[in-house]
């Protein structure tokens, strides 16, 4: 029986600011859910489950700008599982390729549960309810210090189209965790998932990234909708610990047009600071109380050749940077990645067409 986290909406950590500097190193000490992630996927390193060791990877900061994050990681580019074959991006679930029901029951870290006030009262009325659990599994080919995987009831089969309970989950984590450096993200069908079985990764990166803080342009406040006006363009939502259900519904009614469309799309989630279109105080671009969620519709790639430097997906999109090869990691320029990064995106008259389809969606709701 794996180990069971169960958590409420008073775990969530909202006094954290990042340091100046580009890490994020704190003085805050490890809340339950990074104890947890922490020392559940190194113990699993230790045990050799992993297809390599990790280590310490070797990273840069790229001048310019954005400051890139590049890291060298040769192994996973040679290790990792082969991905399999996509063809649509609402491919149906196939039982017969690799799921997350066919991994090793040691990967699994734990199964997170939240205690709401809504299944106490059912409990307590002698009212049976089978709560929403998500299996947290570790990534046997990690891209960083505790990359992890988080699956909605694996044994439900559900393909890798994001529902609002796996968006809920994935910025209630971040929440959880008192490392402002913990990420997590999505790849969709068409945007370099590799496994067709719903899932979001999870890592923890100690380097600030100009996601966390670039100013954005507003189109639906109300429902935390932005625009992302710099490079990468893309759109963001925001969300605080009152807000999490608010603005998960509102993400999940931009992935379903995205997926009613067939456009291909990546989302990263991090601790930032509030969104607006004005400089901002100090002290406030400082703050990480909350949590941006960047939206990035793109180019669909099925059956594409791989990059040689790297693949284009969330991570890269949110400017971090896992090099496959050392001269890449050693020579490649912003100018480079910027030049790479351009071919996924949508053309500028598509993605406006698009933003102007989700405010009017999102307005109507």
Excluded at 282 to 308: H, L
Aim: proline residues 6%; contains cysteine.
């Amino acid at each position: 029986m794996p180990l069971q986290f169960v958590y409420r909406r008073q775990d969530y950590v909202t006094d954290i600011h990042r340091s100046s500097g580009n890490n994020h190193r704190t003085g805050s000490p490890p809340s339950t859910f990074d104890t947890i992630i922490q020392s559940g996927w190194t113990e699993r390193m230790e045990k050799g489950l992993f297809r390599y060791h990790l280590g310490d990877l070797q990273t840069r900061i790229l001048p310019g700008p954005h400051g890139y994050v590049a890291q060298l990681n040769i192994q996973r580019g040679i290790e990792r599982r082969k991905p399999q074959e996509i063809l649509s991006i609402q491919q149906e679930f196939n039982a017969k390729q690799f799921n997350f029901n066919k991994i090793n029951p040691e990967e699994v870290i734990c199964e997170m549960i939240k205690d709401t006030e809504q299944d106490r009262a059912l409990e307590d009325n002698g009212q049976s309810f089978k709560p929403c659990r998500m299996v947290v599994l570790v990534n046997v080919s990690p891209l960083e210090f505790g990359h992890c995987l988080f699956v909605p009831d694996p044994s439900r089969c559900f393909p890798q189209v994001l529902t609002r309970f796996a968006i809920q989950v994935g910025i209630e984590s971040v929440l959880l965790s008192s490392n402002p450096g913990f990420r997590v993200g999505f790849n969709s069908l068409g945007a370099f998932a590799s496994v067709n079985h719903l899932h979001l990764h999870g890592y923890y990166l100690d380097h600030k990234l100009e996601i966390e803080s670039v100013s954005v342009k507003p189109l639906v406040p109300e429902k935390g909708f932005y625009r992302l006006p710099d490079f990468p363009t893309g759109f963001l939502f925001y969300a605080e610990s009152e807000e999490v259900e608010k603005v998960a519904r509102a993400i999940c009614k931009v992935t379903d047009v995205l997926v009613d469309g067939n456009i291909a799309h990546n989302l990263f989630l991090t601790r930032g600071c509030q969104p607006c279109d004005y400089i901002q105080k100090e002290k406030d671009c400082c703050s990480r109380r909350g949590v941006r969620i960047a939206v990035w519709p793109r180019i669909s790639c099925f059956g594409a050749k791989e990059e040689s430097a790297f693949n284009v997906a969330l991570c890269e999109l949110a400017g971090h940077l896992p090099f496959k090869n050392k001269k890449d990691y050693e020579l490649t320029t912003e100018k480079d990645v910027v030049d790479i990064i351009q071919r996924y995106l949508l053309p500028d008259r598509e993605f406006l067409r698009l933003e102007q389809q989700l405010i009017d969606h999102l307005t109507d709701l």
